[in-house]
């Protein structure tokens, strides 16, 4: 489990009002998955640890621009880095943002679909 999980914490409960850093911090994350590539990315990473030509392959771009994007997903929080010898290795941080891409993409397959809405 990831370190940041293991610590106490206490989500924001229905009908409490939002702390201006969690809505601060909530939009960023967002803004983040808004974009095609980075999506694509992030879901590639739901498997397990990769590396950049991997991704790049999974997202249909070049390596560089893997690299570019990974690189923003570092910084905001989203993944994870680490160094294999000269390759660098790539992970979701943490079950919130592998939940939270696994109900973005059921959305989108219902919204496409024409199914209904889970209850």
Same mark, same amino acid.
């Given at each position: 489990?990831?370190?940041?999980?293991? +610590? &106490? =914490?206490? =989500?924001?409960?229905? $009908?409490? &009002?939002?702390?201006? %850093?969690?809505?601060?911090? %909530?939009?960023?994350?967002?803004?983040?998955?808004? #974009? &095609?590539?980075? !999506?694509? !990315? /992030?879901?590639?990473?739901?498997? $397990? #640890? !990769?590396? @950049?030509?991997?991704?790049?392959?999974?997202?249909?771009?070049? &390596?560089?621009?893997?690299?570019? =994007? /990974?690189?923003?997903?570092?910084?905001?929080? /989203? @993944?994870?880095?680490? %160094?294999?010898?000269?390759?660098?290795?790539?992970?979701?941080? $943490?079950? =919130?943002? +592998?939940?939270? /891409?696994?109900?973005? @993409?059921?959305? %989108?397959d219902h919204t496409l679909h024409g199914l209904p809405p889970h209850?």
């Amino acid at each position: 489990m990831d370190p940041i999980d293991q +610590r &106490p =914490h206490r =989500h924001a409960t229905p $009908g409490e &009002p939002l702390a201006d %850093a969690q809505v601060g911090t %909530a939009v960023a994350a967002l803004a983040m998955l808004a #974009e &095609p590539t980075r !999506l694509r !990315l /992030l879901w590639a990473l739901r498997e $397990g #640890e !990769l590396g @950049v030509t991997a991704l790049a392959e999974a997202a249909g771009c070049s &390596p560089t621009a893997a690299s570019q =994007h /990974l690189s923003k997903l570092r910084i905001s929080g /989203l @993944v994870d880095q680490r %160094a294999e010898g000269r390759a660098r290795l790539y992970r979701l941080r $943490g079950a =919130h943002l +592998r939940r939270l /891409l696994d109900e973005v @993409v059921a959305h %989108a397959d219902h919204t496409l679909h024409g199914l209904p809405p889970h209850a």
